[in-house]
């Protein structure tokens, strides 16, 4: 597991596993850290009950973190009314 992200990409890296429709392999995309990684650092990073929360969510079928159990209809990453994002930095248009 990847120790060295900076506050801000470890802020990142948590609010994208939040997000119900970024997958894990966005994640992975971004920050080369794979599903059981990101599951690590969500445990070591939030309190028991939140990691808890969460892990139910991402299990119960109501999430679309696993894009072989996602909706074949949703082809991007991110909502379309995000700002683009190339590289986990906003783009200027």
């Known amino acids: 597991m990847n120790n060295t992200f900076s506050e801000r990409e470890l802020d990142r890296i948590i609010e994208m596993a939040w997000e119900d429709r970024t997958p894990f392999e966005a994640i992975e995309f971004q920050f080369g850290t794979s599903e059981k990684e990101v599951i690590k650092l969500m445990r070591a990073n939030l309190k028991e009950s939140s990691f808890k929360r969460w892990r139910k969510r991402v299990n119960s079928g109501v999430s679309q973190k696993h894009l072989k159990k996602r909706n074949p209809d949703i082809s991007r990453f991110k909502s379309s009314r995000q700002k683009a994002i190339s ?7």
């Open 87 to 93: 590289g986990n930095k906003i783009s200027k248009r």
